[in-house]
């Protein structure tokens, strides 16, 4: 995204005797030459004054400085400067107190996130020795690691998030806080927790996101059942950036016992919906060993799987990164293109209410009928509704 609007934002902050500047992530990615997705401002502008100088906003964290501004269809958050106070039970902040931009700067989590930047004099504003970190490549905590980590658990996950996806080594005192401190993960809400392990499963580098989990000693917190293999490992160095994370989960997990992972992603709190996809991708994947055998009415149903994309991913996935031939997926991938969605999810050549007009007793009976249809019809023995009711008639014995 262009800083086009970002921009215009500080210009007009500015406009009204305030300082302010781009902030965090989106400084990071411009010093490392990357395009940011989004941009955060930080300002000496109070919430309701931020809220005054611009017609649209929202406010979304107001108790702690943070002001969504809606400027040309795109949030931006408008923070104003701040540091936290006290950290009592190392997740939240108890409150903030507003100060200046160094302050702001020094309450991040790391020296790379903690870059200013003025795009009028279009200057960096380092105060924590980020540009340099940058170009060695390194994440490192913005004051003492450990205290930092104590302050808000969540940073040990996301050293490793940041570590592993821009492939930067963390430095020794902070890899080493990260390690100490990784039993202490359990403060930080559920979440919390699978917003970074589904950010580190989806944003690229999925495998090394994994591996420093594993060595770090959080994996063993957060996903005590999960069995780290050489294969599973290869499997997550095929995650392209971007996917969904269900579909991240479901790599991860595919081969944990399902009961496992249903107690995973509940503990985790992925919706339900997300739950289903996953176990849903689990139960499945054995089938592609059996497609050769497959009837064609089974073959269409299977090709109606929700997100049918993400299950034959899984399999190619699967079976490449064990060195197998991918002669099965290309099979049902050939078998896919075959048919249309109308091939495979055709319109019912007869209803209940049919079956009730030719004079059934509505009952579990239907299900199975209608279910026997539909199979004749996939398999393109039936083709119209006057052969269906003939088949009923014929199979089922009535008037
Ligand atoms: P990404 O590109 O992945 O979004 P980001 O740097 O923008 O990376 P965010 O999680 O969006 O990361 O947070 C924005 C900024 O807020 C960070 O750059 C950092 O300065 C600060 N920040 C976010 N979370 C924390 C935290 N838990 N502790 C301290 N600072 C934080
Ligand atoms: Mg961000």
């Known amino acids: 995204m262009r800083p086009d609007s970002a921009i215009a934002i500080v210009g007009e902050l500015r406009r009204h005797g305030h300082e302010a500047y781009l902030v965090g992530g989106c400084v990071r990615d411009m010093v490392m030459g990357i395009e940011p997705a989004d941009y955060d401002i930080a300002t000496s502008a109070l919430p309701e004054q931020i809220t005054k100088i611009f017609p649209r906003t929202e406010s979304i964290g107001a108790q702690f400085g943070v002001v969504l501004v809606i400027y040309k269809g795109r949030a931006f958050e408008v923070a104003t400067f701040r540091s936290d106070e006290a950290y009592v039970d190392g997740r939240r902040p108890t409150g903030v107190v507003f100060t200046d931009a160094k302050q702001d700067v020094l309450r991040r989590d790391f020296t790379i996130n903690g870059l200013l930047y003025d795009p009028f004099e279009e200057r960096v504003i380092d105060y924590v020795n980020g540009q340099a970190d940058i170009q060695a490549k390194l994440v490192r905590a913005i004051g003492d690691p450990r205290a930092r980590f104590e302050e808000d658990k969540l940073r040990i996950l996301r050293a490793v998030r940041f570590g592993a996806r821009l492939g930067y080594t963390i430095e020794p005192a902070t890899w080493e806080a990260v390690r100490a401190m990784a039993p202490k993960i359990h403060q930080v809400s559920s979440e919390?927790?699978?917003?970074?392990?589904?950010?580190?499963?989806?944003?690229?580098?999925?495998?090394?996101?994994?591996?420093?989990?594993?060595?770090?000693?959080?994996?063993?917190?957060?996903?005590?059942?999960?069995?780290?293999?050489d294969h599973l490992e290869r499997c997550l160095e095929m995650l392209r950036p971007g996917i969904e994370p269900d579909f991240g989960m479901a790599v991860l997990l595919h081969y944990t016992p399902i009961a496992q992972t249903q107690s995973i992603v509940e503990r985790l709190k992925f919706s339900r919906a997300e739950m289903h996809h996953i176990v849903a991708l689990l139960e499945n994947l054995p089938k592609f060993h059996q497609v050769r055998q497959m009837s064609t009415s089974s073959f269409k149903r299977f090709f109606r799987l929700v997100r049918f994309d993400d299950h034959l991913e899984l399999a190619r996935i699967h079976a490449a990164a064990a060195g197998e031939d991918v002669e099965d997926y290309n099979y049902v991938l050939r078998k896919r293109q075959e048919w249309t969605d109308e091939d495979i999810a055709p319109k019912p050549l007869i209803s209940g209410e049919d079956l009730i007009a030719i004079g059934f007793m509505p009952g579990p009976v239907f299900k199975e009928i209608l279910t026997r249809v539909e199979d004749q019809q996939l398999e393109g023995r039936l083709t119209d509704s006057a052969g269906a009711l003939d088949f009923v008639r014929r199979h089922y014995g009535k008037s």
Request: aromatic share 0%; charged share 35%; glycine share 8%.
């Open 192 to 229: 919390r927790i699978r917003e970074e392990l589904s950010r580190i499963l989806t944003e690229g580098q999925a495998a090394r996101g994994i591996e420093m989990l594993e060595e770090s000693g959080l994996r063993k917190e957060i996903l005590p059942e999960l069995q780290l293999t």
